[in-house]
């Protein structure tokens, strides 16, 4: 099972990418704070596509908008499934009665 640890706050990763832009090594960062350097390196990168510098990546905010377009999608499925199964139901119930009726 995969370790997960709680966030780091976003002033600390504005800080860090701060530094990073200003010059300083990822990999100095990174012995000096903590997170891995391949995490300081995605932060600046999200950073660029938050800034508009980089089009190769989704914004934060367009991330954020497709994880509730996908959860969306998964309830609307759901329901289109209960709706479904409940009109084969009724459908079923109905022949049923009708059968019933007819004798």
């Not at 990999?27 to 995605?42: G, M, V």
Request: net charge neutral; glycine share 4%; proline share 4%.
């Amino acid at each position: 099972m995969p370790r997960t640890r709680t966030p780091y706050p976003t002033e600390f990763r504005e800080q860090l990418v701060g530094l990073a832009r200003a010059g300083r090594s990822v990999e100095s960062l990174a012995r000096e704070y903590e997170p891995c350097a391949a995490t300081i390196h995605d932060w600046v990168k999200q950073a660029g596509a938050d800034d508009g510098d980089r089009v190769d990546r989704l914004t934060s905010t367009e991330m954020e908008e497709l994880r509730q377009l996908h959860k969306e999608v998964r309830q609307l499925r759901q329901e289109r499934d209960i709706l479904s199964k409940a009109a084969a139901w009724f459908a079923q119930n109905d022949v049923t009665s009708r059968r019933s009726s007819s004798s």
